[in-house]
């Protein structure tokens, strides 16, 4: 088992800038795809970024290409989501997920990991 532990989230202004953290412990980070997704009050939850067990492939949302960027720490058993340029649009429960598995899947599907963190809110004000 892994458990997950977000953090970083906060209120910022239209433009403005966010940096999520996501503590893992348990078993060996590096054996895990890690994914982002949201949840805005009355949507479903969306997928955010992925990346591979290294991190050498990742994959976004067509909504956040070029604003955010995933990434992970594997000494630090943390993985991250740097938010630019953040729209009003943004505002959601910021979850982060892990799956075991192959070395080079980047998953999307919400339905596949295994394991989740708590969620941080992020909210952006107009």
């Known amino acids: 088992q892994v458990q997950l532990v977000e953090s970083g989230g906060g209120l910022v202004q239209t433009g403005g800038s966010l940096r999520l953290s996501c503590a893992a412990s348990?078993?060996?980070?590096?054996?895990?795809?890690m994914g982002w997704f949201r949840q805005a009050p009355g949507k479903e939850r969306e997928f955010v970024a992925g990346l591979t067990r290294s991190g050498g492939y990742r994959n976004y949302a067509d909504s956040v290409k070029g604003r955010f960027t995933i990434s992970r720490d594997t000494p630090k058993s943390t993985m991250y989501l740097q938010m630019n340029s953040l729209k009003p649009e943004d505002t959601a429960v910021y979850y982060c997920?892990?799956?075991?598995?192959?070395?080079?899947?980047?998953?999307?599907?919400?339905?596949?990991?295994?394991?989740w963190g708590q969620g941080t809110q992020v909210t952006v004000s107009s």
């Open positions: 348990g078993r060996t980070f590096s054996e895990y795809a």
């Open positions: 997920a892990a799956k075991s598995t192959g070395p080079f899947r980047v998953i999307v599907s919400a339905a596949e990991y295994d394991y």
